[in-house]
């Protein structure tokens, strides 16, 4: 089946749907250097770097009005928990408009729309009243609920509304969750030792991989990309080093106290449990629980992307704070191949 993947991001959806077998025929960026890093990873892939607000729905894509499934994962920053959530007034709130728009125009079998947890219920469930209507009057059968990345083998704990609509007489279910819950450590334990400042943009595996989980990402990859560890400052390395493991702030002592207002700032990956969710700063220890289990250093970029289940495959091209965002922002492959496979399981038992 063929799906055009819109919002993209780095298409954390298009390599999980991907994994399923399916061909992800065009995707959409507005973010240039996003949408290279996106192209050079899917070289077959037609990418269309434009703003979706301003396109010509129906002259961009009347080449493939043959596609079987709409992705998209429109920007969320309006309803953020740290951000001031304008609600009803704020035009980054109505992005799911553009992903309607074209719906309506490829009008698939199947879509899928993902988005923060506060869609569904800021300013008195308006927003999911809305969707709901804007598909069912499509003639959509829409079904919307909440899901946890750490349910479907993702090891982080990563909440995700998750919206999607079928043409035909019966909704598709969502992915029964797995009970083994995979820990942090299973991701990144075979991942070189860095210290800051330490490690290259390309270099061979020094240890072999010791999980099934590490085994499964690794898998068709000869080299190790973006595993490169930010260089710190003297003062913020001496206060990672009075963090014991499974430390936080709390640890420090109070002339060490910064003002930061993220949960688990300064705190360290725990790594017999799932992480907690990759934000887009996960390079920063005052941004939340994102320093090594006991090196001195915050996650590499390719220790975020091991914990958003992306394969080693994947290369993150840019800037650093570009590949934070191509990282931090998308949707966990292992959760999008798992709503892939449920809507396989749906084809198959038509």
Same mark, same amino acid.
């Given at each position: 089946?063929?799906?055009? =993947?819109?919002?993209?991001?780095?298409?954390?959806?298009?390599?999980?749907?991907?994994? #399923?077998?399916?061909? *992800?025929?065009?995707?959409?960026?507005?973010?240039?250097? /996003?949408?290279?890093?996106?192209? @050079?990873?899917?070289?077959?892939?037609?990418?269309?770097?434009?703003?979706?607000? &301003?396109?010509?729905?129906?002259?961009?894509?009347?080449?493939?009005?043959?596609?079987?499934?709409?992705?998209?994962?429109?920007?969320?920053?309006?309803?953020?928990?740290?951000? &001031?959530?304008?609600?009803? @007034?704020?035009?980054?709130?109505?992005?799911?408009?553009?992903?309607?728009?074209?719906?309506?125009?490829?009008?698939?079998?199947?879509?899928?729309?993902?988005? *923060?947890?506060?869609?569904?219920?800021?300013?008195?469930?308006?927003?999911?009243?809305?969707? =709901?209507?804007?598909?069912?009057?499509?003639?959509?059968?829409?079904?919307?609920?909440?899901?946890? #990345?750490?349910?479907?083998?993702?090891?982080?704990?990563?909440?995700?509304? /998750?919206?999607?609509?079928?043409?035909?007489?019966?909704?598709? &279910?969502?992915?029964?969750?797995?009970?083994?819950?995979? @820990?942090?450590?299973?991701?990144?334990?075979?991942?070189?030792?860095?210290?800051?400042?330490?490690?290259?943009? @390309?270099?061979?595996?020094?240890?072999?991989? &010791?999980? #099934?989980?590490?085994?499964?990402?690794?898998?068709?990859?000869?080299?190790?990309?973006? +595993?490169?560890?930010?260089? +710190?400052?003297?003062?913020?390395?001496?206060?990672?080093?009075?963090?014991?493991?499974?430390?936080?702030?709390?640890?420090?002592?109070?002339?060490?106290?910064?003002?930061?207002?993220?949960?688990?700032?300064?705190?360290?990956?725990?790594?017999?449990?799932?992480?907690?969710?990759?934000?887009?700063?996960? =390079?920063?220890?005052?941004?939340?629980?994102?320093? +090594?289990?006991?090196?001195?250093?915050?996650?590499?970029?390719?220790?975020?992307?091991?914990?958003?289940?992306?394969?080693?495959?994947?290369?993150?091209?840019?800037?650093?704070?570009?590949?934070?965002?191509? *990282?931090?922002?998308?949707?966990?492959?292992?959760?999008?191949?798992?709503?892939?496979?449920? /809507?396989? +399981?749906?084809?198959?038992?038509?």
């Amino acid at each position: 089946m063929k799906v055009i =993947d819109l919002f993209s991001g780095i298409g954390g959806l298009s390599e999980g749907f991907r994994e #399923a077998g399916f061909d *992800v025929t065009v995707a959409n960026e507005i973010d240039e250097e /996003i949408s290279k890093s996106y192209k @050079k990873n899917n070289p077959n892939t037609i990418m269309i770097n434009e703003d979706i607000t &301003k396109m010509d729905i129906s002259s961009v894509f009347k080449k493939y009005r043959d596609c079987d499934i709409v992705l998209g994962g429109p920007p969320c920053q309006g309803f953020s928990q740290k951000g &001031k959530r304008l609600s009803l @007034k704020d035009p980054r709130n109505y992005l799911f408009r553009y992903f309607a728009k074209v719906v309506d125009y490829i009008r698939p079998q199947f879509f899928v729309m993902e988005n *923060v947890p506060n869609l569904l219920t800021t300013s008195s469930g308006f927003f999911k009243k809305e969707i =709901d209507d804007i598909f069912s009057n499509m003639g959509y059968l829409v079904s919307m609920s909440v899901l946890n #990345a750490a349910d479907y083998g993702v090891p982080q704990n990563r909440r995700r509304a /998750i919206i999607i609509g079928t043409l035909g007489d019966s909704r598709v &279910k969502f992915p029964p969750k797995n009970e083994n819950k995979v @820990k942090t450590w299973d991701a990144i334990s075979d991942l070189a030792f860095l210290n800051s400042g330490e490690g290259e943009f @390309k270099q061979v595996y020094k240890f072999p991989a &010791k999980t #099934a989980y590490e085994r499964r990402l690794r898998k068709g990859s000869r080299y190790l990309y973006n +595993h490169r560890a930010t260089k +710190h400052s003297e003062k913020a390395i001496d206060r990672m080093k009075l963090i014991p493991e499974n430390g936080d702030r709390s640890d420090l002592p109070k002339k060490e106290l910064t003002k930061s207002i993220y949960s688990g700032t300064w705190g360290r990956i725990i790594k017999d449990q799932q992480s907690v969710t990759i934000t887009t700063r996960f =390079d920063t220890p005052s941004s939340g629980r994102f320093t +090594h289990p006991f090196l001195n250093r915050a996650l590499t970029v390719r220790e975020a992307a091991r914990i958003q289940s992306f394969p080693d495959t994947v290369i993150f091209y840019g800037t650093k704070s570009s590949q934070m965002k191509q *990282v931090g922002n998308a949707v966990p492959p292992l959760l999008a191949e798992k709503i892939a496979e449920q /809507i396989l +399981h749906y084809k198959g038992g038509k």
